[in-house]
């Protein structure tokens, strides 16, 4: 209800009026109530009271059981006044108050009498009132009623009844199918407010009718829907019927797309916009499904109201982080509105033409941002910035002006969110961009100086200490670290303390200066300083306090042995006792993803909140678990671990997904299982992998599961050996094989007695890209120069015909599993050649640099020319050969 409203004008812009209502107690509003029972009733202040009780309800006061039943007892009798204003009143203080089922009764008359009366305000409300407070049998007995009233020629009333049974549908379902005839006749209304209740009413009708929606959206696209509103709703639906069709393998022309692209030329805005969203977001939309609905919103974009300028641009900026070749056309007018009134607007306008804006254009947006920032708040510096991160990445040759810009934007003022997000974009540079390395940390070190958040501090402390070690001047990085000792809280002091032991410890020629700064830190006040301090000395020093061992200083040094999730459960389930905490009884196992997080797609973690390499679950992390199981101990050292490949549904009742792990000679499947079934214990788990369509490849050893309990992921190994260095590939079929055994739910103990089964799943293939790591190059060109012209290979190869040149491309991409360079992986709609380069790592650590250039003829046939540059000629000639069998 009423809220304190901020009134301002020139003469008192600070000056607050109140609500009236503001402070009002319970106790005295319900004392006021009992002007209901006066035998004149006023309606002016009774309509004041009921307002009174509104407010304390929707503000959350509670009423006790006597005291709603007292006020809800009063209410009725003033059905007795004719006031209209009154009227409404009370039928809104009964449906806040939700009276029991033996009270409905006491009011059910007045309101049944009031939906035939000849007022339609009565009728219409009356209608919402009986349909929020009765229930199921009394609905029975209004049921003719309110199928007479949808279908009544008032639209007020008919759309009371439309809302009431979607209200309705929820509690009794039954009752309001048996409405579909009525309901089917308000969709034909003259009353664009019918139309758009009876079609979101029917629809709800018919939503587990997969082909029921089907038909009425296909029948209603013809023409028959009038109201915008209710048009609005049937783009909507006509999308869920798309994706449905899509999801249950319908394959061909895509259905009701030309209603959605006629939808386009309607003359509401408000639908024409519904069309161009809906198209956008349409699964694997092609570019020339795309143009049509992004020329509309370039339109738009020109409207002189800014509710249209902002949903044209925020639906840009979505299509932008998908196609953003096809917004390109856009630019120009996206560059007008950066100077927008409308900060909301400006932003997002921004944020696009980072996206979409090509390597030669970036100083110019550069400059133009600088303006702006200094107009907008920190949550929408954080949007601008996070863009600036992704455009770096795009254009890793352009990182000096957006690194020198971040560390600009990082000196100025600002909140905790958005330092942390300009610090984190720096890190992620640092991290992909190697020539940004030193420059990064030293702005990092900068920032630190005058840094008033001391998680920051820390945060960067500690990945100077991962990185700073390994640049090509350490000891430049020393000073300001070490001034945090002096000036910072106890908190950081810490931190730069662990730091300056790390660069002692990897940087043997600064070894001698920080052992005399850390003899320093030994008077520092705080106790956890001097600790550190004094304990750091005792290993760089080796002065025989503690054992200056290989294995202390990696411990005290290097990343952890064990996956971070296990360490905390442990230590969560470790009790005190004379016995210490044995980090070596922590389990090595990286744990799948829960089950339930499969459907969630999570962030990719970037900045200080990612690990320094790589996280405990993927490649160091399996390395570790790996090299601990002594069957694998001697296969050598780990060339690759693939992304996690499902092998079963997401609902059904084991989850398997496997990850290829290729050593030199050696592939270890590793199958990462959960049991979904509460009822059950599973033991003797094991994978049965058939590889007769796997001819290089011969089964050395397995490792099943002893048991697998509920939703406790774990894994089972299987191991093939293949010829050294040789990227073989293959087909496997893999059979889940365990025991099981029933679980008695209120003990949580399993039956002695099991019975031996099995479960069908997915098969697995190793293919040629599994033989190729993913990494970048800076510099293509110089990278390209660097390598022997002798080494090199050149082919030309036919593709057949492509829907587009980007299909190809795509399709090479994947096929050699290698990094796409200077954004080259994006190709204009309307390209009919196109260059792209790749970079990688093939089995052997043999650097591999490509080529390949696309031409597409007017029939759709494409070829390709393929250079291929390598350390090794051999490997050159190995991706050529992948290339003609693929």
């Known amino acids: 209800?009423?809220?304190?409203?901020?009134?301002?004008?020139?003469?008192?812009?600070?000056?607050?009026?109140?609500?009236?209502?503001?402070?009002?107690?319970?106790?005295?509003?319900?004392?006021?109530?009992?002007?209901?029972?006066?035998?004149?009733?006023?309606?002016?202040?009774?309509?004041?009271?009921?307002?009174?009780?509104?407010?304390?309800?929707?503000?959350?006061?509670?009423?006790?059981?006597?005291?709603?039943?007292?006020?809800?007892?009063?209410?009725?009798?003033?059905?007795?006044?004719?006031?209209?204003?009154?009227?409404?009143?009370?039928?809104?203080?009964?449906?806040?108050?939700?009276?029991?089922?033996?009270?409905?009764?006491?009011?059910?008359?007045?309101?049944?009498?009031?939906?035939?009366?000849?007022?339609?305000?009565?009728?219409?409300?009356?209608?919402?009132?009986?349909?929020?407070?009765?229930?199921?049998?009394?609905?029975?007995?209004?049921?003719?009623?309110?199928?007479?009233?949808?279908?009544?020629?008032?639209?007020?009333?008919?759309?009371?009844?439309?809302?009431?049974?979607?209200?309705?549908?929820?509690?009794?379902?039954?009752?309001?199918?048996?409405?579909?005839?009525?309901?089917?006749?308000?969709?034909?209304?003259?009353?664009?407010?019918?139309?758009?209740?009876?079609?979101?009413?029917?629809?709800?009708?018919?939503?587990?009718?997969?082909?029921?929606?089907?038909?009425?959206?296909?029948?209603?696209?013809?023409?028959?829907?009038?109201?915008?509103?209710?048009?609005?709703?049937?783009?909507?639906?006509?999308?869920?019927?798309?994706?449905?069709?899509?999801?249950?393998?319908?394959?061909?022309?895509?259905?009701?797309?030309?209603?959605?692209?006629?939808?386009?030329?309607?003359?509401?805005?408000?639908?024409?916009?519904?069309?161009?969203?809906?198209?956008?977001?349409?699964?694997?939309?092609?570019?020339?499904?795309?143009?049509?609905?992004?020329?509309?919103?370039?339109?738009?974009?020109?409207?002189?109201?800014?509710?249209?300028?902002?949903?044209?641009?925020?639906?840009?900026?979505?299509?932008?982080?998908?196609?953003?070749?096809?917004?390109?056309?856009?630019?120009?007018?996206?560059?007008?509105?950066?100077?927008?009134?409308?900060?909301?607007?400006?932003?997002?306008?921004?944020?696009?033409?980072?996206?979409?804006?090509?390597?030669?254009?970036?100083?110019?947006?550069?400059?133009?941002?600088?303006?702006?920032?200094?107009?907008?708040?920190d949550e929408f510096k954080i949007v601008v910035v996070e863009a600036i991160r992704s455009l770096c990445v795009k254009f890793p040759l352009k990182y000096r002006s957006l690194m020198t810009f971040l560390s600009n934007i990082l000196r100025e003022e600002g909140g905790f969110e958005y330092k942390r997000a300009i610090v984190d974009s720096i890190v992620t540079i640092i991290r992909d961009i190697p020539d940004a390395k030193e420059s990064g940390l030293l702005h990092l070190c900068e920032f630190i100086e005058d840094c008033e958040f001391t998680y920051l501090s820390t945060q960067i402390l500690h990945f100077l200490g991962i990185e700073g070690p390994n640049t090509s001047d350490p000891s430049k990085y020393i000073r300001y670290i070490y001034n945090r000792v002096h000036l910072e809280n106890a908190t950081v002091r810490a931190a730069a303390v662990s730091t300056l032991a790390k660069f002692g410890f990897m940087v043997e020629s600064l070894k001698p200066r920080i052992t005399v700064l850390l003899k320093r830190c030994i008077y520092d006040s705080d106790d956890e300083v001097r600790d550190r301090a004094t304990l750091f000395l005792s290993v760089l020093g080796g002065d025989g306090t503690v054992d200056n061992d290989r294995e202390t200083k990696d411990f005290l040094f290097g990343s952890l042995e064990v996956p971070l999730v296990n360490l905390e459960t442990s230590l969560k389930n470790y009790e005190p006792s004379e016995e210490a905490f044995d980090v070596n009884s922590v389990s090595k196992e990286v744990k799948s993803q829960p089950l339930a997080e499969k459907k969630a797609q999570g962030k990719k973690p970037t900045g200080l909140g990612a690990p320094p390499a790589a996280p405990a679950s993927g490649f160091d992390g399996y390395e570790r678990l790996l090299s601990s199981i002594p069957e694998f101990a001697a296969f050598g050292k780990l060339f690759k671990s693939s992304a996690p490949v499902e092998l079963t549904e997401a609902e059904t009742e084991y989850a398997v997904n496997v990850v290829k792990h290729i050593f030199d000679s050696h592939v270890v499947f590793q199958y990462n299982c959960t049991n979904t079934i509460p009822e059950q214990l599973l033991e003797r788990v094991n994978v049965i992998v058939d590889a007769s369509e796997a001819e290089d490849f011969n089964e050395v050893t397995s490792k099943a599961l002893n048991s697998l309990p509920y939703d406790t992921p774990a894994q089972a190994f299987v191991v093939f050996e293949k010829p050294a260095g040789v990227p073989a590939v293959g087909k496997f079929s893999n059979t889940l094989t365990f025991v099981v055994k029933e679980v008695d739910p209120s003990t949580g103990e399993a039956e002695d007695d099991g019975v031996e089964d099995e479960y069908q799943l997915e098969d697995l293939e190793v293919?040629?890209?599994?033989?190729?790591?993913?990494?970048?190059?800076?510099?293509?060109?110089?990278?390209?120069?660097?390598?022997?012209?002798?080494?090199?290979?050149?082919?030309?190869?036919?593709?057949?015909?492509?829907?587009?040149?980007?299909?190809?491309?795509?399709?090479?991409?994947?096929?050699?599993?290698?990094?796409t360079c200077e954004g080259t992986e994006t190709i204009p709609s309307n390209a009919r050649s196109h260059t792209c380069l790749l970079s990688g790592v093939y089995i052997g650590n043999v650097k591999v640099l490509v080529r390949a250039q696309f031409g597409m003829d007017s029939s759709k046939d494409i070829a390709m020319k393929l250079t291929v540059r390598a350390e090794d000629v051999s490997v050159a000639e190995a991706i050529h050969e992948i290339v003609a069998s693929g």
Request: hydrophobic share 40%; charged share 25%; net charge negative.
């Open 767 to 819: 293919v040629a890209g599994d033989y190729m790591v993913k990494v970048g190059v800076s510099n293509f060109r110089n990278a390209w120069e660097g390598m022997d012209e002798e080494d090199e290979r050149v082919d030309e190869y036919g593709l057949g015909q492509r829907d587009s040149l980007g299909e190809a491309v795509n399709a090479v991409i994947d096929l050699l599993g290698m990094q």
């Open 1 to 377: 209800m009423a809220q304190p409203l901020v009134k301002k004008d020139d003469d008192h812009d600070d000056e607050l009026e109140y609500s009236p209502f503001m402070g009002i107690e319970k106790g005295a509003v319900l004392q006021e109530a009992r002007v209901f029972n006066d035998a004149q009733v006023d309606p002016r202040r009774c309509s004041q009271v009921i307002t009174k009780l509104l407010y304390l309800l929707n503000q959350g006061e509670s009423f006790t059981k006597v005291e709603a039943t007292e006020v809800f007892f009063s209410v009725t009798k003033l059905f007795q006044s004719k006031d209209t204003g009154l009227r409404r009143m009370v039928y809104l203080i009964i449906k806040e108050l939700s009276p029991s089922s033996d009270e409905v009764i006491i009011v059910t008359s007045s309101l049944m009498k009031d939906m035939n009366s000849k007022i339609d305000m009565y009728r219409a409300n009356a209608i919402r009132v009986l349909c929020r407070i009765i229930d199921g049998t009394l609905l029975t007995q209004i049921e003719r009623y309110l199928k007479q009233a949808i279908v009544d020629k008032n639209p007020v009333v008919s759309s009371a009844a439309l809302v009431s049974g979607l209200h309705l549908l929820k509690t009794n379902p039954e009752i309001v199918k048996r409405w579909s005839n009525e309901v089917q006749e308000g969709i034909q209304s003259r009353s664009a407010l019918v139309q758009f209740h009876a079609l979101a009413l029917l629809h709800q009708i018919r939503q587990n009718d997969r082909l029921a929606v089907s038909k009425l959206v296909g029948s209603l696209t013809r023409g028959s829907v009038r109201s915008p509103l209710a048009q609005c709703l049937l783009i909507r639906y006509t999308s869920q019927v798309i994706r449905d069709m899509a999801n249950h393998g319908q394959s061909g022309e895509r259905p009701f797309y030309e209603f959605l692209e006629s939808c386009l030329r309607h003359k509401a805005e408000m639908v024409i916009l519904e069309a161009a969203r809906a198209i956008t977001e349409l699964d694997g939309v092609t570019s020339r499904e795309l143009t049509p609905a992004i020329t509309v919103l370039q339109l738009f974009l020109s409207s002189p109201r800014p509710v249209l300028r902002f949903a044209a641009v925020r639906t840009l900026n979505k299509v932008a982080m998908t196609h953003p070749m096809a917004v390109t056309n856009c630019n120009i007018d996206m560059e007008s509105l950066i100077s927008d009134q409308n900060r909301s607007i400006a932003t997002l306008a921004i944020t696009t033409l980072l996206k979409t804006g090509n390597e030669s254009s970036v100083e110019r947006l550069m400059k133009q941002i600088t303006n702006f920032m200094s107009d907008i708040a």
